[in-house]
């Protein structure tokens, strides 16, 4: 790590910022209240699903900003697909699957064989050791329901 400088605060972080030449960057006041935050703003998906052709291998990360993610080939072990919509994968899902990035609790993840490391939807996972084991390497939907991750066999 490169300490480029210091906040300042009070004479003693003044004084240590001389000693180690470096700059103050910033003069700022503890505030009495915390700040109020709102809501962002829900984002239209009204781009159209970003598709993806190539095996997602381990390492990897694809993101799908503001729309569905739709993956036509196998999401390794290691690898990550999120989308702030739907993911979709017709393929293998063997790493983790994140829909809903931006909260959207609507989103659902959809796989054609499903052996998940991880599943999210809007904030809300489950890992691979809670998902249910007569699901594995079948066709699965994820969605939520209130606060509970639920999963069920498309198709059958």
Known sequence: MLMVGLAHGTATVDA??????????????????????????????SMPAMMHTAPVRSGQRVYAKHRDLVVMNIVGAGAEVIADGCVHVYGPLRGRAIAGGRGDVSARVFCQEFHAELVSIAGVFRVFETIPADLE?????????????RFARIGA
């Open 16 to 45: 240590l910022a001389r000693e180690l030449e470096l700059p103050v960057l910033t003069y700022f006041r503890p505030q009495n209240k915390p700040p109020v935050l709102q809501p962002a703003e829900p984002q239209e998906m």
């Open 137 to 149: 390497g079948k066709p699965v939907q994820a969605w939520l329901a209130g606060d509970d991750l």
